[in-house]
């Protein structure tokens, strides 16, 4: 079996953290590693953005990263990337003709992506599978503004109709396709992602902060993830304002800015105005595999957001063995198991937020207990189910037996 993997507004080899790079792309390249390992092929297609790098890069014998040059080979915003889309389809039917691979399935990622492998299976006459990732609709609702363009809200509504397979990864993912776009409930399949559980794992929390010159902190908090206004990380600096100002509590906030917008700029100066620049760490963009040392110096890991359709951070996080304090959203409100693991917090106040860190920076026999009772509960979002459950969808499109590739 051979999957073509259309991901044209983020290439999944870029470092996370930055630009339009989160949980897609691990998603995507991750996830590539375990179909292999179940004898499946797999052809990443991505917009060109880097023109130093080489058109095909070999990922593993299996997986092959190929850059369609659509647009300037340089980053771009999403509407940007829109525009292109009739170049970016058209190569890519062009390398596929030349390059003669065939293909079982097409995979699409994001709603762009989506209409390129909607004109795609045209051509080629093979089922496709779309996983939204976010929708422009829930985002909208979130934030109470219309944010995302009505061109975005239209395509999906048009995609939702025609695709053969939508993978969502909650069951709150389900009802929004159900009750805000009209999706036939027959056609959406609830699969998770995964978490690494050899590489994140509880380890020593002095260790890892000597080795992030952090021993002389009482308490470390950490928050990780690209810097966008709907992460919800000025609510966070706000609430700091509300613990004791003992100068023995570090907030580490790791991640970069996202797209155009320089969010890095504006809480760095929202940290001085609220006069916590002591506090407060911005570490920027750190590589995936370098994360687990953070989450095991951290006590609590705060996932402050105002919508997440999955919530890999608070994952990631909980196989450490680090309790979680979550907004009540999207799949974090299924991750944190809510007082026992970590809390779920509904109000948005600085205030109510403060009070729940002040009780779990405070009371370390419930701090402890949500530590113990932390990697437990996420033992299940591992990739190797997520990649299997993924084949059995695969099968069943190709009206193929279970396990045969």
């Given at each position: 079996m051979r999957i073509a993997e259309i991901s044209v507004h983020s290439c999944p080899q870029r470092p996370l953290g930055t630009g339009d790079v989160g949980g897609m792309n691990l998603y995507i390249l991750t996830l590539s590693h375990e179909m292999n390992r179940l004898g499946v092929d797999v052809d990443i297609f991505a917009r060109w953005h880097d023109p130093d790098e080489p058109e095909i890069i070999r990922i593993n014998e299996r997986t092959r990263l190929i850059h369609i040059r659509a647009g300037e080979p340089r980053d771009i915003s999403k509407m940007d990337v829109f525009n292109c889309l009739p170049e970016f389809q058209a190569k890519i039917l062009e390398f596929m003709q030349k390059d003669g691979a065939k293909y079982d399935i097409l995979r699409s990622h994001y709603w762009t992506s989506a209409l390129v492998a909607e004109q795609i299976k045209k051509q080629l006459g093979?089922?496709?599978?779309?996983?939204?990732?976010?929708?422009?609709?829930?985002?909208?609702?979130a934030s109470g503004a219309h944010e995302e363009p009505e061109i975005r809200i239209q395509s999906e509504k048009k995609i939702v109709a025609i695709t053969?397979?939508?993978?969502?990864?909650?069951?709150?993912?389900?009802?929004?396709?159900?009750?805000?776009?009209?999706?036939?409930?027959?056609?959406?399949?609830?699969?998770?992602?995964?978490?690494?559980?050899?590489?994140?794992?509880?380890?020593?929390q002095e260790k890892a902060r000597r080795e992030l010159d952090l021993e002389n902190y009482r308490r470390v908090l950490l928050f990780a993830g690209r810097l966008q206004p709907f992460k919800g990380l000025d609510l966070l600096l706000h609430a700091m304002t509300n613990?004791?100002?003992?100068?023995m509590t570090k907030l580490l906030v790791v991640g970069?800015?996202?797209?155009?917008?320089?969010?890095?700029?504006?809480m760095n100066a929202l940290t001085n105005e609220l006069g916590i620049g002591s506090r407060v760490d911005f570490v920027g963009p750190v590589e995936h595999e370098k994360m687990p040392v953070y989450y095991n110096a951290a006590d609590i890991c705060i996932v402050p957001s105002y919508h997440e359709s999955f919530g890999l951070v608070a994952v990631e996080a909980l196989a450490s063995g680090t309790p979680v304090l979550a907004s009540r959203v999207g799949g974090l409100a299924t991750i944190v198991k809510d007082g026992e693991t970590g809390y779920l917090f509904e109000e948005r106040s600085p205030e109510a937020l403060a009070a729940y860190l002040c009780l779990m920076m405070s009371e370390n026999e419930i701090r402890n207990s949500m530590a113990g009772a932390a990697r437990q509960s996420v033992l299940k979002y591992s990739w190797s189910s997520t990649a299997q459950h993924l084949l059995q969808e695969y099968q069943k499109l190709l009206k193929v037996p279970t396990n045969c590739c």
């Open positions: 093979v089922p496709d599978i779309v996983t939204f990732h976010t929708l422009g609709e829930v985002k909208n609702r053969d397979c939508i993978v969502t990864s909650t069951a709150e993912g389900k009802n929004n396709l159900i009750n805000l776009y009209g999706c036939l409930p027959e056609k959406i399949k609830i699969i998770p992602p995964g978490v690494n559980l050899d590489v994140f794992l509880p380890r020593d613990l004791p100002n003992h100068g970069g800015n996202s797209g155009d917008n320089d969010e890095l700029a504006k």
